[in-house]
Every structure is written in structure tokens, then in C-alpha cells.
């Protein structure tokens, strides 16, 4: 089992940025990804993006594709979500998840969250 803890959370006003980080310990494989996820009040958990840990190769969801960058550090096991851009609508608490790299990404492993607010 795959242990991950986010940090980086906060409030930022619109247009603003953010960079949230999530540190992964235990066992990954080769075919093992990294994700974000968020869940607005009143709203299902949604996706935001996926990279895989060996190779980089990463994907995005629609509403944040051209603002938001995931990328991983391999010698610190941890994974990043640049936030660019900021709208009041991607207030959320953002979850970071790890599982078997796939689309869609079904994680098995999930951190504690952490809280975004943008303010308009």
C-alpha cells in the first residue's frame, strides 16, 4: 500500500496561482500513476489529472487543460499539480491518488486532501 500526504493548499484570489505537492512512500511498480483529484461542497469527486511514475507520460481534464501542469520528482517520490490561472470555480478540496496508470484512473490509494479556495 502506497502512503501519500498533499501539502500546499490555500487561498488565492482569481488569476492567481498555487502549487500543490503530494509525497508518495511504499512500493510503486513500473505502471504505477499518480493523480489529482477534487471534490467541490455539493459536488462528486472529479478527475483533474494522471502522470505515470515511470516515463512521465501524463493526461488532464478538460476544464483545467492549459492551466494546470502535473509533473513528478522521482528521487523525492512526489508528485506536483501547478495550478496557473485560477478560477473561483476550482475552489475544491483536491485529493492526491495512486493506482495502476490508466484512462480513466481508477486509483486504490488516496492522501487526506487539501483545501483550495479561490476568491473572486
Known amino acids: 500500500q502506497v502512503q501519500l500526504v498533499e501539502s500546499g493548499g490555500g487561498l488565492v484570489q482569481a488569476g492567481g496561482s498555487l502549487r500543490l505537492s503530494c509525497a508518495a512512500s511504499?512500493?510503486?511498480?513500473?505502471?504505477?500513476?499518480l493523480g489529482w483529484f477534487r471534490q467541490a461542497p455539493g459536488k462528486e469527486r472529479e478527475f483533474v489529472a494522471a502522470?505515470?511514475?515511470?516515463?512521465?507520460?501524463?493526461y488532464y481534464a478538460d476544464s483545467v487543460k492549459g492551466r494546470f501542469t502535473i509533473s513528478r520528482d522521482n528521487a523525492k517520490n512526489t508528485v506536483y499539480l501547478q495550478m496557473n490561472s485560477l478560477k473561483p470555480e476550482d475552489t475544491a478540496v483536491y485529493y492526491c491518488?495512486?493506482?495502476?496508470?490508466?484512462?480513466?484512473?481508477?486509483?486504490?490509494?488516496w492522501g487526506q486532501g487539501t483545501q483550495v479556495t479561490v476568491s473572486s
Open positions: 491518488a495512486g493506482g495502476v496508470y490508466t484512462a480513466p484512473f481508477f486509483p486504490s490509494s
Open positions: 502522470i505515470r511514475w515511470s516515463g512521465g507520460s501524463s
Open positions: 511504499g512500493r510503486t511498480f513500473s505502471s504505477y500513476g
